[in-house]
Structures are given as C-alpha cells and as structure tokens.
C-alpha cells in the first residue's frame, strides 16, 4: 500500500520549503562576502533539520539525505573543521541551486525526479575534507 499525499499537504511543505531554502541562499551568500560565522551557520541547522524531517515526511527520500548531509557540512564548518574557502561555497551555492529544482519537482510531479546523488557526492568530497567531528560535539 502506498502512501498518497494531498495536495493541500504537497502545498504547505513546499511553501516550508522554500522559506528554509531561502534561509540557506541567504546564508551562503553572507557566508561569501563575510567569511566565516559561526553563529550564522549555527542558527541554519535548525531550519535544514526541518526540511530533512519534513522532505522524509513527504516520501522525498533524496531530499533528505542530501539535507541530512547539507547539516553535516555546515556542522563541521560552524565547529571550524571545515574551511568555506571559495571552492567549497561554490559548490554548496550550485548545491542550493539544485536542491531547490530538486524540491520544486518532486512537488509538481508528486515525486522525485532530480537525481541529487551528485550533489551528494559532492558534499561527501567537502566532508572528506575534514576531519570527523570530536566524539560528544554536537551534530
């Protein structure tokens, strides 16, 4: 049996979705012209938790385990493991970019059609980068 969801359901997730992807580009770009800041990236994570919940919620799979990896980047930058040099802003810029299709899509056609492995991949390469978060810090 397969779980159908109204578009009224479809309607509300992706009005959330937006204004956590707006919060993201928001981000990303003071992040560019100011540098580093951690509690600018601390205070994302909560709005990409709730995406991820909400896109695993909605059956979007992809979604969310490219949130769920967009959270650990950004959790390492804020703890300072992980430098957002040009390169890596780059990348998670043109990341945002396709999120958003990939969000955007799923919504109108009622299921994913963006493959994010990509992106995934890509933010797999900025974690490699780093090394693992210290045992106890927080995610």
Known sequence: M???????????????????????????????????????????LGPLHTLKGNSGMMGFTGVKDYVHRLEEVFARARDGALALDAAALDALLEGATT??????????????????GPGRAALGALLDRTAPPAPGASP
């Open 99 to 116: 999120l958003r299709q990939a969000v955007e899509a799923a919504c109108a056609a009622g299921g994913e059609t963006v493959d994010l």
């Open 2 to 44: 397969e779980f159908e969801v109204s578009a009224e359901l479809v309607g509300i997730y992706l009005e959330d979705a937006r204004e956590h992807l707006a919060l993201l580009d928001a981000a990303l770009l003071r992040l560019e012209r100011e540098g580093h800041d951690a509690e600018g990236i601390a205070a994302l």
